[in-house]
T-cell receptor, first 113, second 113 residues
């Protein structure tokens, strides 16, 4: 069945460190790939999306690239800030009327000042 | 802009109790969702509703009922609360044509004693 795997449950970094969160997906065709971010006390919100047409998404300094060969969609940021501390979810969907989003287990990022 | 309001924010129940969670949105969105969030398990879909009067089961529907009373509201019922259960229930909605962008409420935190 369809699934999304985030192997890193928790990541702890210091400010200005490089961020890399691993995500792989499994489905029968090419979906739209997504990263959602959840700040403390809030619901998740869309951070960025990538379709097969554009291959890369960039938002707020975060970047993710669609790799069909390895079915991966890793999230990167060159220099994290304390305000980036949050839970990050990888997800995918298909563009049809009954679209469901399939989410990964989430990665909790803690950035120390 | 719009907002999703979930009530109550905190819900404490007893084992075997029937508990109802409510969600209201003023985006005028067609599709609404209920997700369950457990630490390390990501977001798992319980029920969703594509339009008013529609109900679709997600992967985690056993033990739950849902009701789409009108376009703006979507309720979830825990039919028999399980002892020591603790989770956050998130309601979300989206536009018909924007499959990737879910707008989430801030959640209802359930604790079962």
């Amino acid at each position: 069945g369809d699934s999304v795997t985030q192997k890193q449950g928790q990541v702890t970094l210091s400010e200005d460190d490089f961020l890399f969160i691993n995500c792989t997906y499994s489905t029968t065709t090419y979906p739209t790939l997504l990263w959602y971010v959840q700040y403390p006390g809030q619901g998740p919100q869309l951070l960025l999306k990538v379709t097969t047409a554009n291959n890369k998404g960039i938002s707020r300094g975060f970047e993710a690239t669609y790799d069909k060969g390895t079915t991966s969609f890793h999230l990167q940021k060159a220099s994290v800030q304390e305000s980036d501390s949050a839970v990050y979810f990888c997800a995918f969907c298909f563009n049809n009327a009954g679209a469901k989003l399939t989410f990964g287990g989430g990665t909790r990022l803690t950035v120390r000042p | 802009g719009g907002i999703i309001t979930q009530t109550p924010k905190f819900l404490i129940g007893q084992e075997g109790q029937k508990l109802t969670l409510k969600c209201q949105q003023n985006f005028n969105h067609d599709t609404m969702y209920w997700y369950r969030q457990d630490s390390g398990k990501g977001l798992r879909l319980i029920y969703y509703s594509i339009t008013e009067n529609d109900l679709q089961k997600g992967d985690l529907s056993e033990g739950y009922d849902a009701s789409r009373e009108k376009k703006s509201s979507f309720s979830l019922t825990v039919t028999s609360a399980q002892k020591n259960e603790m989770a956050v229930f998130l309601c979300a909605s989206r536009n018909w044509g924007r499959a990737e962008t879910l707008y989430f409420g801030s959640g209802t935190r359930l604790t079962v004693l």
